[in-house]
T-cell receptor
Framework: GIQVEQSPPDLILQEGANSTLRCNFSDSVNNLQWFHQNPWGQLINLFYIPSGTKQNGRLSATTVATERYSLLYISSSQTTDSGVYFCAVEINPRGSTLGRLYFGRGTQLTVWP | KAGVTQTPRYLIKTRGQQVTLSCSPISGHRSVSWYQQTPGQGLQFLFEYFSETQRNKGNFPGRFSGRQFSNSRSEMNVSTLELGDSALYLC????????????????FGEGSRLTVL
């Protein structure tokens, strides 16, 4: 089956530190998104990045589609960055996978002041 | 513009009852997807609707159903509730189908948290 693996599962940082979250996937992708789930459960879009590099403030992401991984970088962490970060992919369909995202299990990030 | 709106936000039901959850997508978005999130299984795809048609369905029993109206609003229904149906149900909308760049980015609502007693 389709595999989306995120690492590390848990990450504890002090405010100001930098971090890298990784997402490995098992097949070619049409669509890859990074989300941050806030304490109330909402998934907040961070990046739509099936390939290439994007930056948004202290966050940036790189997807190397040919090597089947994506990285999310968080610089100068703040306590408000705490939460669960999810990677989700839509695998290049060979059949019935059209129209759904497969989520990883997430990285639980805790940033201490 | 307004985001994805889900109602109700919280609800408690007992086993055997049924529940209907509602989702209003972002204005102009025609695709609505539903996902279930539980601690044990993580985030799992339920189904996707586009232009009132179910285009894709996940591996859930027939007790889980949905529909989409002409204004793109969607509802999902769970009948004969079981304890294991307790979960956060998330709705997402997108401009179009996920495969097409620039129309496939998903935007999620705040979810409906269902507790089955």
């Amino acid at each position: 089956g389709i595999q989306v693996e995120q690492s590390p599962p848990d990450l504890i940082l002090q405010e100001g530190a930098n971090s890298t979250l990784r997402c490995n996937f098992s097949d070619s992708v049409n669509n890859l998104q990074w989300f941050h789930q806030n304490p109330w459960g909402q998934l907040i879009n961070l990046f739509y990045i099936p390939s290439g590099t994007k930056q948004n403030g202290r966050l940036s992401a790189t997807t190397v589609a040919t090597e089947r991984y994506s990285l999310l970088y968080i610089s100068s962490s703040q306590t408000t960055d705490s939460g669960v970060y999810f990677c989700a992919v839509e695998i290049n369909p060979r059949g019935s996978t059209l129209g759904r995202l497969y989520f990883g299990r997430g990285t639980q990030l805790t940033v201490w002041p | 513009k307004a985001g994805v709106t889900q109602t109700p936000r919280y609800l408690i039901k007992t086993r055997g009852q049924q529940v209907t959850l509602s989702c209003s997508p972002i204005s102009g978005h025609r695709s609505v997807s539903w996902y279930q999130q539980t601690p044990g299984q993580g985030l799992q795809f339920l189904f996707e609707y586009f232009s009132e048609t179910q285009r894709n369905k996940g591996n859930f029993p027939g007790r889980f159903s949905g529909r989409q109206f002409s204004n793109s609003r969607s509802e999902m229904n769970v009948s004969t509730l079981e304890l294991g149906d307790s979960a956060l149900y998330l709705c997402a909308s997108s401009l179009g189908i996920l495969r097409v760049a620039n129309t496939g980015e998903l935007f999620f609502g705040e979810g409906s948290r269902l507790t089955v007693l």
